[in-house]
């Protein structure tokens, strides 16, 4: 069974909402990217949702296109993501991590290549943001190797289409709840709640959702009616500038741990 | 050849293996809304009355194709025509297809377009538009751009448009889109994004093409009525490639014309800084479709050099992608220095001061000449006015102006 589905089994018979924490690999110091991987266990992650920088990262805000350009010109590529991943497996048998990113990496790497290699090193899933369902066919051969697809849904997706997504979904289901790019703007809480629920009841896998939770208050109100939540900008922009391992760890932990006890408050 | 190349893009928009819609959830529905609208205005009689009485009045169509003779004797191979692009309203192709896009964002009811720019001319055409139409106009343009093109960026804010500084990733062309798009996607409700060229995700690559085959449309009407027949060879210049694919465009399914897009060679291939996408690249996924891409190993988009800002990219239209691997279209490189010469050569034989990306096709179509009897005709995609480039290439010659 694949960990994500394992990992959402438990959260579910356990009643707890879970936490995915996304950093992006190689920042802030490439050499420390596994010690914050298992700090964000620490936390409380659940999942861990690990940036593949691209030069390009069009649905990204500045926070995470800054992360991405800070890891890009100290070297890091997806060989080395694929490397810490490895690293993190041999003391982390359990929490899935899904790699996020852009298609050109993937596609330049090679479908068939990047599928046997992801699963080797103990990915479990991909979120490529720019290959929406329709283009998804190139995936075949990651989803052969067991990687589960995440796809995105937003307020903007039409009904027919929520229809399709969430009768594709599989790992989960990553509802964005904001229009625009990440970490921008405030969402409405109520109004997200109502979407989310007609989603839920209908997805064929757990709904995430996330862009623009930034602070325990905004998770715990995201925890009433989310199977997990999504943590990105406000987690990439607190770790920017921290050098050594403990200080990355320290302030991984000092922001999570307070969401953490939020959702498992509620 | 037996394909007819006149149907593509498919239902999904792509261009056999090229094109598509790679683009992020919050992009699908303004993304359907948009081809909806289209595919819809595409047909609408009304619609093109409309487009084509702007055509003729505000950018002054058609564009004439003139008889370089003075430089076709220098040459002393086969004649050169230039299809004269460079005489529209604000002086190159761009206006064709911002025409258009306002156009339809006047009848999708959206008051607010954006546009990136590279060179600054799809941002004149863009800003022109704008206020032709009465639309509120916002520019993304990287700050190196913004640099070299400080003439263009007057212009725009002299039209009303505001000008938003790029300062991300390499600051150029690519950069200016990926703001674009997230603009397009915070604002989508009461926004229209014109895109500048021929990239981007399906409907943009059909839907740009279109509006610049008016191009290739009237020049293969022309010479059939000037000359009695067709080019013998035809050639443009391709950044991202949209005055290119308008002037091949009506003339690919006519299997005697040799198609030859003219790259940005920078400083040569070899030395690695250039802009040839589709001659030094390979195929992967930027800005919302496949085509060629060039990357480095891990996938990265890398940073390209022209003296051109307009051919500056590192990505191509996706149809370009797919005229090469069909073998219906030749791409080659042309470097800077060729470039420069051929803007030389042709202001000195011809009085006409050409845009330094429109002088990779001139360099083109004198090779091209150089090696055809004289009977021939090289018809040359003339797609701007050098103005906007004097003090790029004075400055790069040394001379104080």
């Known amino acids: 069974m694949n960990r994500i589905d394992r990992r959402f089994d438990t959260l579910k018979s356990n009643r707890r909402t879970g936490l995915i924490p996304f950093v992006t690999a190689g920042d802030p110091a490439p050499e420390h990217t596994v010690a914050l991987m298992h700090a964000l266990v620490d936390a409380g992650a659940d999942v861990i949702e690990l940036g593949v920088p691209f030069s390009d990262p069009m649905a990204d805000g500045p926070v995470i296109q800054h992360a991405s350009e800070r890891a890009i010109a100290k070297g890091v590529g997806l060989a080395d993501v694929l490397g810490w991943v490895s690293t993190f497996r041999q003391r982390d048998a359990d929490t899935p991590v899904v790699l996020m990113g852009y298609l050109n990496p993937v596609e330049i790497r090679g479908y068939e290549r990047f599928a046997a290699e992801a699963v080797e090193a103990g990915v479990d899933g991909v979120l490529l943001v720019d290959c929406p369902l329709e283009e998804s066919a190139v995936l075949a051969p990651l989803k052969a190797a067991g990687l589960r697809q995440i796809l995105l849904a937003a307020p903007t997706t039409a009904p027919a289409r929520m229809a399709q997504l969430c009768g594709a979904a599989e790992g989960f289901l990553y509802y964005v709840s904001f229009a625009g790019i990440t970490g921008a703007g405030r969402l409405s809480t109520s109004d997200i709640a109502a979407r989310v629920a007609g989603i839920r009841s209908r997805a064929k896998a757990p709904v995430a959702v996330g862009f623009g939770v930034r602070d325990a208050q905004s998770a715990r109100d995201i925890a009433g009616f989310a199977d997990a939540v999504v943590i990105g900008s406000a987690l990439v922009e607190r770790l920017a500038g921290a050098e050594r391992a403990d200080e990355i760890a320290d302030r991984a932990k000092a922001f999570l741990q307070p969401i953490r006890t939020a959702l498992d408050a509620r | ?401």
Not at chain 2, 301 to 309: G, L, N, P, Y
Request: include cysteine; charge should be negative; hydrophobic fraction near 40%.
């Open chain 2, 1 to 401: 050849m037996s394909q007819d190349f006149h149907r593509w893009p498919d239902a999904h928009g792509r261009f056999g293996d090229f094109g598509g819609q790679y683009v992020a959830e919050t992009l699908m529905a303004p993304i359907a809304e948009l081809t909806e609208a289209y595919l819809r205005l595409r047909e609408d009689p009304e619609f093109l009355a409309e487009l084509d009485r702007d055509l003729k009045y505000y950018v002054g169509r058609p564009s004439p194709i003139y008889h370089a003779e003075g430089l076709s004797r220098h040459v002393g191979g086969a004649q050169i025509l230039l299809k004269r692009e460079d005489l529209n309203h604000t002086g190159a192709h761009k206006i064709n297809n911002t025409i258009g896009q306002a156009l339809v964002a006047k009848r999708m009811g959206k008051p607010r377009v954006i546009a990136e720019t590279g060179a600054g001319q799809h941002g004149v055409a863009s800003a022109t538009v704008a206020a032709r139409f009465g639309l509120k106009c916002v520019v993304y343009m990287g700050a190196v751009d913004i640099e070299r093109q400080k003439i263009n960026v007057y212009r725009m804010k002299l039209l009303g448009a505001e000008v938003v500084p790029v300062t991300s990733g390499s600051k150029t062309l690519k950069d200016a889109l990926n703001e674009a798009m997230r603009d397009w996607v915070t604002n989508v409700a009461d926004t229209f994004y014109i895109i500048g060229t021929v990239a981007g995700p399906h409907p943009y690559p059909m839907m740009v093409r279109d509006f610049n085959a008016i191009v290739g449309r009237e020049a293969r009407e022309q010479m059939l009525e000037q000359y009695g027949r067709l080019p013998d060879a035809i050639t443009a210049c391709v950044g991202g490639g949209s005055n290119a694919i308008g002037l091949f465009h009506a003339f690919l399914n006519d299997a005697n014309v040799r198609i030859v897009g003219a790259e940005a060679a920078g400083e040569g291939i070899a030395t690695g800084h250039h802009a040839a996408s589709l001659a030094a690249g390979r195929p992967g996924v930027l800005h919302g479709n496949r085509t060629y891409v060039l990357c480095d190993d891990n996938g990265q988009i890398t940073e390209t050099h022209s003296v051109s800002a307009g051919l500056d990219y590192p990505g191509v239209g996706p149809e370009h992608a797919f005229l090469k691997d069909a073998g219906r279209a030749e791409y080659v490189g042309i470097t800077d220095d060729e470039a420069l010469e051929a803007f030389h050569l042709l202001a000195r034989t011809e009085g006409i001061l050409a845009a330094l990306e429109s002088s990779h096709a001139v360099a083109q179509a004198i090779k091209l000449a150089r090696e055809m009897p004289k009977d021939q005709l090289v018809l040359c995609n003339l797609s701007g006015r050098g103005d906007k480039d004097v003090h790029t290439i004075a400055a790069r010659e040394g001379v104080q102006v």
